[in-house]
Every structure is written in structure tokens, then in C-alpha cells.
């Protein structure tokens, strides 16, 4: 593979793999903005970044089941009504470092910042399907489809050199509510190139494994993609499961993410000076589930208290108001009298009530996806 033209990236950017390039922020630099500047936002690839010489060139073929398969040139997608969705990617390898302590997983390592809330900007998914016939809210194509399909122009070694590929169900592509965006901009500017330019999927509420970049073909299909990152990867296993008795048919591809937080304000150990310190991080739950409470103790989990939650600085969060935005992130903080050395602990419950699971152990897989167990950092208290 070539990676002679990778893009200029921040050196403060935490590098967990060169080639592919897989990096994240600190975990102080996330909770310093409610919308993750670009150059901070995560960068998760599969294969080296393309090249794209002349945008107005570009182009996206809409094809398979579907009477009127059509080539969408950039200026076709920029005269569609724009809309700014403000999404919170979250890769499901987040946190995987920390499963991996309690028993090897197999994948790129992640701190807690494999996370990042954007204003996308573009065209909705369902506007662009319109385009080529088929309609709002719709389940099923008159020739069968059901799913559909976003294909890369990068190149993976897991698809044996091929491009990257993801599926949605063709429900959710249809539906206006879902927001699913055909994003051309990133916080106001064009995507640059590590996050997709020209254009990518950002699909709200699902692991960012769907939300493929670089995006160049959209098909219609009757079965959800085939593609290794549908069916040999991110997908839920037992603990019981390991690489001798996997069976990846028995699982479906993940897609919502479950609840999350993360104390950002602190590493994992920090020495800290007796008195009150100020906790703060962020929760998000996947699906359009807003976050209900979060919860921190600082005596290993004996008692609790509730974190004060906001989206907009000043502004108190509250789940599922029609002036919260669903599918973003919310910042949380708390602050706490620490008198001696200690465990502090965090867990978000989201609007379905859904809690995070206590232990890693209970949830740990054998690809290290979706650690949601409760966040702990330890404080040593230095007089
Ligand atoms: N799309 C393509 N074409 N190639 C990729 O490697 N990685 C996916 C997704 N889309 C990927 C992709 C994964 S696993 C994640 S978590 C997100 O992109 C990361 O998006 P970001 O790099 O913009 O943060
Ligand atoms: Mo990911």
C-alpha cells in the first residue's frame, strides 16, 4: 500500500497506528470543546487516504435494485437542501485498550477518545434516494431491495485489497428523522481529507463503521453488505467465544452503540491536591436515546451523586426535550471533596434507561468492541 500522501495531521494527536493511520485527542482536549475541531476529531482508516484531484469529477453511482440507476456529480448533491446535523461518531474500538488488560483482544488499541461530536453539513440520504425514484419512508424497492450499500474508493487489506463497505437497512436510509447525511462539510468547512472528502455517510446514532467515507457507489440490495466489516468484524460476542470456535454468522453486524460516558478531566492515575476538584466528561447513548443522568462516586461505587448535564454551555441538558440534540453527545461535571487517594467512577443511564454494565470482564469480546463498562480513573491525593 501507499502511504507517500497521507494529509498533515496535529502532533498532539495520540498515534495508535501509523499505516493505516488510526489516532485520537487527549481525553482533556475532548471535553475543551462541545464540537471536536476537526484536527481533533479522531481518525480511524482502514488503508491509506485517497486522492481526489478534481471535486468536479467526482461522482457517485446509485445502482442495483432500482429502475433508474444514476451517476450524482458533486453539484447534483450541493443543489439538494442542505441540512448541519450535529452527530457524535463514536468508533466501536473505543476503550478498547482497557478491555484488552483483563485479556488480550485483537484490534487497534483506544484510549477513551476514539469519540468526537461534528456538525456535519450535506444532503439527507433520503433526498438523494428520492433522486433516483424511490421514496420517503420507504421498506422496500419495487424489485426487492432492502439495504443499502455505501462503497469506499480506498483500499483494505481486510477486503484483500478491495474498497471499504458498509451497509444500512434501506428503512432507516429512507427516513427523514433518521438524518442519515451524504456530508460534504465537517464544523462549517469541507471534509478535509482524513474524515472523507469529498463526501461521506455519517449515519447518527450507529457505530462510526457505517458511516463510510470517500464515498463513490451506492447500491440497492436485498440483503444487508457482505463486506469483512459487515460480517467478519464488529459484530457482539460472548466472553465464551474465542478465535478457535467463531462462528461470525451467528451474530448480526452492530449498529446503534450502546450507552457510554467517560471521565475526560482526569488520566488514569492522576495525582491530584486534597480538597474540591471538578469532574467532567462526556455520555452518549446510540439510536436517538438521549442521556437521562449520569452518576459518579468517589468511594468505589458505595454511593452515589448526580452529575449536572449540558449540550450547550449554561444551558442544563434535559433528555429527550425538542430543544436537545439527539444525536449528540452531552458534557457532564461534577465537583467532588477528594481527601485521600481513591477510585472515581462514572456511569450514564440513557432515556431507555439502559445502564452501563458494572464490569469489563462481563462484556468483554474477543475483538474488544463496545467497552461501556463503568469509567474509573484512580486519584492520588499528594499533600
Ligand atoms: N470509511 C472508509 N472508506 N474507510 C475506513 O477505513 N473507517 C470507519 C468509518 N468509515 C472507514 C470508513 C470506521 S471503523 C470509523 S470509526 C469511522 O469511519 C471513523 O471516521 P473518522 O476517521 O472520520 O473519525
Ligand atoms: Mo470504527
Not at 426535550?321 to 477528594?338: C, L, Q, R
Request: proline share 7%; net charge neutral; glycine share 8%.
Amino acid at each position: 500500500s501507499d502511504y507517500s500522501q497521507e494529509p498533515p495531521r496535529h502532533p498532539s494527536l495520540l498515534i495508535n497506528a501509523k499505516t493505516p493511520f488510526n489516532a485520537e485527542p487527549p481525553r482533556s482536549a475532548l471535553v475543551a470543546s462541545y464540537v471536536t475541531p476537526s484536527d481533533f476529531f479522531y481518525k480511524r482508516n482502514h488503508g491509506p487516504i485517497p486522492v481526489v484531484e478534481d471535486i468536479n469529477r467526482y461522482s457517485v453511482f446509485v445502482s442495483g435494485l432500482l429502475e433508474r440507476p444514476k451517476q450524482l456529480m458533486m453539484k447534483d448533491i450541493w443543489m439538494l437542501p442542505k441540512y448541519n446535523v450535529t452527530a457524535t461518531l463514536q468508533c466501536a474500538g473505543n476503550r478498547r485498550t482497557a478491555m484488552s488488560k483483563t485479556k488480550t483482544v485483537r484490534g487497534v488499541g483506544w484510549d477513551v477518545s476514539a469519540i468526537g461530536n461534528a456538525i456535519w453539513g450535506g444532503a439527507k440520504l433520503s433526498d438523494v434516494l428520492e433522486l433516483v425514484g424511490i421514496p420517503k419512508l420507504t421498506s422496500v424497492t419495487q424489485f426487492g431491495g432492502r439495504h443499502v450499500e455505501f462503497v469506499s474508493v480506498d483500499k483494505c487489506k481486510e477486503e484483500n485489497g478491495g474498497p471499504y463497505k458498509a451497509s444500512i437497512p434501506l428503512s432507516q436510509a429512507t427516513n427523514p428523522e433518521a438524518d442519515v447525511l451524504l456530508a460534504y462539510e465537517m464544523n462549517g468547512e469541507p471534509l478535509n481529507r482524513d474524515h472523507g472528502y469529498p463526501l461521506r455517510v455519517v449515519v447518527p446514532g450507529v457505530i462510526g463503521a457505517r458511516s463510510v467515507k470517500w464515498l463513490e457507489e451506492i447500491n440497492i440490495i436485498a440483503e444487508e453488505c457482505q463486506g469483512f466489516f459487515m460480517q467478519k468484524d464488529y459484530k457482539m460476542f460472548p466472553p465464551s467465544v474465542n478465535w478457535d470456535n467463531i462462528d461470525w454468522s451467528t451474530r448480526r453486524p452492530q449498529m446503534d452503540f450502546p450507552v457510554q460516558c467517560v471521565i475526560c478531566s482526569l488520566e488514569d492515575v492522576s495525582t491530584i491536591k486534597p480538597g474540591k476538584v471538578k469532574i467532567s466528561g462526556y455520555a452518549a447513548s446510540g439510536g436517538g436515546r438521549g442521556i437521562e443522568r449520569v452518576d459518579v462516586s468517589i468511594d468505589g461505587g458505595k454511593t452515589w451523586m448526580e452529575a449536572s448535564r449540558y449540550q450547550k454551555s449554561g444551558v442544563p441538558y434535559i433528555s429527550d426535550h425538542a430543544s436537545s440534540d439527539k444525536w449528540a453527545w452531552v458534557f457532564f461535571e461534577v465537583t467532588v471533596d477528594i481527601c485521600h487517594s481513591t477510585e472515581i467512577i462514572a456511569k450514564a443511564v440513557d432515556s431507555s434507561a439502559n445502564v452501563q454494565p458494572e464490569k469489563v470482564e462481563d462484556i468483554w469480546n474477543l475483538r474488544g468492541i463496545l467497552n461501556t463498562s463503568w469509567h474509573r480513573v484512580k486519584v492520588q491525593a499528594s499533600h
